[in-house]
């Protein structure tokens, strides 16, 4: 009796490790490429009012370490920067996306890479619908990334919005 229970359990312990398993999204297209990645960051973190994100797909982007860095500039103060881990930004970010709307949209990339290391310097607009018109906010995603020799790896997320004193070089906007 004491075999039959052990052999039973060892099959209930491998038959739920089985249906976790297959229950686990494949990403692995989502970062294949440098191209993917950063398709699929604006991806994830975009959508209408009241959708949901996916920030499974979202952390999945990320080595563990990497972090999400916020440049702001108070009004009559200096400019400031507050690092974020991607678990950290979905706390602080998550729930004023899907109630408030956010779609964000490359408009031109600058790329340079050395090796397994790359830099993307992405400008962005910012919108609260795909039916908006006008961006309500335009800036620059400096993304920073790593090929492992498997895949693709966001090591850090470094942005700037646009402002009137600041406005984005043309040489980051389309032609």
């Not at 038959?15 to 994830?44: C, E, G, H, R």
């Not at 400031?80 to 779609?103: C, H, T």
Request: glycine letters at 2%.
């Amino acid at each position: 009796m004491n075999k039959f229970c052990t052999i039973l359990f060892v099959l209930i312990a491998f038959s739920t490790q089985a249906q976790d398993i297959a229950t686990v999204p494949d990403y692995t297209q989502n970062v294949k490429s440098l191209d993917s990645i950063v398709t699929t960051l604006y991806k994830v973190i975009s959508g209408e009012k009241e959708e949901e994100r996916n920030w499974d797909l979202f952390k999945y982007l990320f080595k563990p370490e990497a972090k999400l860095i916020a440049s702001t500039k108070p009004k009559d103060s200096i400019y400031r920067v507050r690092y974020m881990s991607p678990q950290d930004y979905i706390k602080s970010s998550a729930k004023w996306l899907v109630e408030n709307g956010f779609i964000e949209k490359e408009i031109h990339r600058k790329t340079e890479t050395f090796g397994n290391i790359t830099h993307v310097f992405s400008t962005y607009e910012a919108y609260h619908s795909k039916l908006d018109s006008k961006p309500f906010m335009r800036g620059i995603n400096s993304i920073q990334l790593l090929y492992d020799g498997k895949r693709w790896w966001i090591i850090n997320l470094y942005w700037a919005k646009e402002t009137a004193k600041n406005p984005i070089p043309s040489i980051y906007l389309p032609d």
